[in-house]
């Protein structure tokens, strides 16, 4: 099956330092989308990307849909304790589908 | 700000019983989907449904599985005959006209 590969699998940060993720695949997909999930819960919206090249800002996040439309990055700047959780990648392959393929994830933890 | 809801929060089965799993989405979305996720797994597309029937659907969502509007606001999974392998997190999303699918907090679904 289609396959979103993310790295790192895990981090271990303190808190202030700044995080870099991403997700890459062997197919071109036309929208990414990255969530966050806590324990037990569902997965959160944090930033949508529908264009090649886009780059897109939500607070102390960043995202940028990568030229190639095979890759997407997610960076978080100054990190504190409550961006604790796995993020996800997430992808559609083109405009005539809504099924969401799933990256495998990146486990963060931020230490005080 | 509107959400997805689901209920129960916990459901536990033995196998062979039938589950119906509920989900209201937000109230003016038209695209409704549910996933599962496999405790320490990602997230897959099990269908995706859109005036009044399926739009896609993956090879897990296999006839035991089935999907209802019953009215203008819920949206029902249901489990004819659950097997052990059917224990995950069951979550319901759902969209308006954009990409961006927002999900429900999830049902955690244990098949004894």
């Known amino acids: 099956g289609q396959q979103l590969n993310q790295s790192p699998q895990s981090m271990f940060i303190q808190e202030g330092e700044d995080v870099s993720m991403n997700c890459t695949s062997s197919?071109?997909?036309?929208?990414w989308l990255w969530y966050k999930q806590d324990p037990g819960e569902g997965p959160v919206l944090l930033i949508a990307?529908?264009?090649?090249?886009e780059l897109t800002s939500n607070g102390r996040l960043t995202a940028q849909f990568g030229i190639t439309r095979k890759d997407s990055f997610l960076n978080i700047s100054a990190s504190i304790p409550s961006d604790v959780g796995i993020y996800f990648c997430?992808?559609?392959?083109?405009?005539?589908?809504?099924?969401?393929?799933f990256g495998t994830g990146t486990r963060l933890q931020v230490f005080p | 700000e509107p959400e997805v809801t689901q209920t129960p929060s916990h459901q536990v089965t033995q196998m062979g019983q039938e589950v119906i799993l509920r989900c209201v989405p937000i109230?003016?979305?038209?695209?409704f989907y549910w996933y599962r996720q496999i405790l320490g797994q990602k997230v897959e597309f099990l269908v995706s449904?859109?005036?009044?029937?399926?739009?896609?659907k993956s090879e897990i969502f296999d006839d035991q599985f089935s999907v209802e509007r019953p009215d203008g606001s819920n949206f029902t999974l249901k489990i004819r005959s659950t097997k052990l392998e059917d224990s995950a997190m069951y979550f319901c999303?759902?969209?308006?006209?954009?990409?961006?699918?927002?999900f429900g907090p999830g049902t955690r679904l244990t098949v004894l």
């Open positions: 197919s071109i997909f036309n929208t």
């Open positions: 109230s003016n979305h038209l695209y």
């Open positions: 997430a992808g559609l392959k083109s405009y005539n589908t809504d099924k969401l393929i």
């Open positions: 449904f859109y005036n009044n029937e399926i739009s896609e």
């Open positions: 999303a759902s969209r308006y006209t954009s990409d961006t699918q927002y």
């Open positions: 990307l529908y264009k090649a090249g």
